[in-house]
């Protein structure tokens, strides 16, 4: 078997793993197994890597030196003409030599790659001069697998090969989660059992965690499945059924950001294809917003005292008493504007900047959450910017705004399903990604973190010319 | 290639199955510590002798698993070794400065006569959440840490 293969049958488990992955007799019964799984595939995708380079048979006299240039010098001087680089592109790829052809235009790896692997160094700068230099590790560590990963779906995607497969089996594993939230919050297939001092809604986690990272998850793969409709017109009914139910995982799940990130993507989404669409879908969004508010009683509640809590001037209530960490985080972004405080480390800060938090804004003391240790901010763009200072923040912008700029260009009318795919996609995800970081941790979450970056590098694998 | 085998099989224990193994023995362990917290001496000390033997092979992952190191410390409590918990505490500090953390040190410093010290523990843990100061069980002291917090 090639090694390519066996690296996407690795990719493709991993999708259908990480969020599936569960300890229901562990205290951390959701994050702890979906790390766990990811260390497992990165482990399997470096070991196939580096077995494949420790078996690869020497024919240096036969082949040319490996990469894009070397390709070309296997032609002599005068020949080296875009036409016959591709055709011998085509004899290397028949051969075995060099895998599936690569699609016109710079290379995926050339274009993505870089952006991801100057963050990372900038992650590793941060963690040498972080306040807990040993956090700060796991946390590069984190960061060196998601690049792995991201690394290998992009190579593996390349030329569109497995084009189904790798968007349609994460979908599989998303449309299962979201049929299990509906269940739960149904009160019709309790999984992990219940407890009676805990409020329902909140034990309604399907595989993923908490209904606020479900909600995460889902409004990431209900946008991928409304993008594959757009582009993928012979399965067009399929992805829409499966979008139909990931959008009702995620009304189910009440989470308000995640809903308004997917609302926002749809509207990038229809952008792409006229503004007319789009102010149309901005329209209907507003209005299916309303109906849904006044129809589904938990969401009408949650209306009623939203709008109480702004009357009344309880801010920290309306943003679910969440001022403290975003206090706390904007505290040691300027302490430490350059750097941040380390990756990994708000959790292991939070409790000396909280205090000082609570001497300068008093209020925060009336918190019900004021004895609430919390490891993430809650919100990434200021989790960034605490974490890993202004140049941190700067490249984590970079990052999502190389993803939407694979969308910038005219149509996609005359492409086939995979660019066409990655053209729908990359704004719109990217506009989420923006959004749902506002209040909630993608990045921190290593389920919604993985579909995103999984995704990201579809794109990036199969961006069109 | 066997080497490249081996070394595949030793990160995926080291990285996979031990923390998702230590994880579940933590949890049972810390509950089985929960239980014995209002039984009798004989009976604190069999929790923490299987906690301590239980979580024998976990030792690794201390740097990482703030949960370990307050299991040991709870457990070396139990064992009538406070020095040996307030280390345990500090390592578990090193990875999360959670104020249960800072009480349950400030517990172990009591017990090992260091009672400055244990209000230090305490004001940290009480001045991040007031209710902690109700799990202090002598009046005197807490008055003490009331009275450090308001300064």
Redesign the interface.
Known sequence: MKTSSLILAVVLLGTICIPLAV?P????AFR??K???L??EV??I??IF??AL??RPRRDDERPPAGRRGRQHWLPKAERTPLAISAVRAQTSAAGHAGPPEAPGRSPLVAAVPVACVALAWMAIATLVST?P??SS?RLAAGVSTLIVFIATLRVAVGGRAYLALVALPLLAAAFNAAVVILQELNVWMPFGTRPDVRHHLQCTAFIGNPNEVGSYLAVAALVCMAAAFADAARRRWFAAGAALLVAGLVASQTLTAFAAFIAGMIALFALVSWKHALRVALIAGLAAIVLVATVAPLRQRAGQMAKQLRTGRYNAFMTDRLTPFAAASLMAIDRPLTGVGPGTF??????Y??RAEERFPDLRKAWS??V?F?VVHNDHLQVLAEGGAVGYALFLACIATLGAISLRRGAADLPPPQRFAFFLALPLAVLWLVLSLAQFPLETVVVRMLIVHFAALCAAWRPS | ?LL??A??AV??RY???L??VC??R???A?RALTDAADGSAAVQVAAARAAQSSLSACDCLA??DF?LMYVRGTALRYLGDPAGAIDAYHRAL??????ELYLALGLAQLEALDRSAAIDSFA?AG??????LERIPYDDVRAEVEQRIDQ
Do not use: C
Request: proline share 7%; charged share 15%.
């Open positions: 300890l007799q562990g205290f951390d702890l197994p790390v766990a799984t260390r497992a482990i399997l470096a070991a580096v077995g420790v078996l807990n040993a956090v796991w959790g292991w800060n939070y409790h000396p909280k205090l004021r004895g240790n490891g | 290639m490249l085998a070394a595949a990160s995926l990285a996979t199955y923390p998702v994880e579940a933590v949890t049972h810390l740097g990482s949960k090193a990875v999360h400065r959670r104020p940290a001045a991040f959440d007031p209710a902690q």
